[in-house]
Antibody
């Protein structure tokens, strides 16, 4: 059974960089069958797709966040990571990592999710 | 960006009711539409992918339909555990986007 677990600081100061890691167990992130994604959810709001990374290192980002987002992978640790720079209070949210399953040869649905981690941006 | 609009934003219903939630895309997404259920304090759970494909382990009272721009999630007979929020997501474009969510509450 695939499991994902987010980790990182729960508090980040404004203008600094938010950094989170997702550790995957029960499957290899190097598998070419899957993509790996980050999603966030502000309190009482809907889900916001942040982006995804493939085993080759290729990425796609939400255009509204693209200038501040970087995703990377560490296959030796079976982890992938999110960096979000120049954060403000608007970036306060629960951040989820998830595995993306392909369908009809395209990245499709988020089949496995981490439990989520709350990141608060405050001085 | 493809915009996804769900309706209604909230809905009150009773156990045993048939419920339909709608998701509309700002342009055609063929059948690249997924549905998730989320309970308070928990991560979302995949219900339906590809507009109408039931994820393994999900009860058959859940069904999805639609193509192009208009999609529906139907719960045929509401159970107590179905009271939750529901989110649609398009996976047609390079940037996947979610609807704003629908909160299903007990009447």
């Amino acid at each position: 059974q695939v499991q994902l677990q987010e980790s990182g600081p729960g508090l980040v100061k404004p203008s600094q960089t938010l950094s989170l890691t997702c550790t995957v167990s029960g499957g290899s992130i190097s598998s070419g069958n899957y993509y790996w994604s980050w999603i966030r959810q502000s309190a009482g709001k809907g889900l916001e797709w942040i982006g995804r990374i493939y085993s080759t290192g290729g990425t796609n980002y939400n255009p509204s966040l693209k200038s501040r987002v970087t995703m990377s992978m560490d296959t030796s640790k079976n982890q992938f990571s999110l960096s979000l720079s120049s954060v403000t209070a608007a970036d306060t949210a629960v951040y989820y990592c998830a595995r993306v399953t392909t369908w009809k040869y395209l990245p499709s649905h988020l089949e496995y999710w981490g439990q989520g981690t709350l990141v608060t941006v405050s001085s | 960006d493809i915009q996804m609009t769900q309706s209604p934003s909230s809905l009150s219903a009773s156990v045993g009711d048939r419920v339909t939630i709608t998701c509309r895309a700002s342009q055609s997404i063929r059948t690249y539409l997924n549905w998730y259920q989320q309970k308070p304090g928990k991560a979302p759970k995949l219900l339906i992918y590809g507009a109408s494909n039931l994820q393994s382990g999900v009860p058959s009272r859940f069904s999805g339909s639609g193509s192009g721009t208009d999609f529906t999630l139907t719960i045929s007979s509401l159970q107590p555990e179905d009271f939750a929020s529901y989110h649609c997501q398009q996976s047609y474009s390079a940037s996947h986007t979610f609807g704003q969510g629908t909160k299903l509450e007990i009447k």
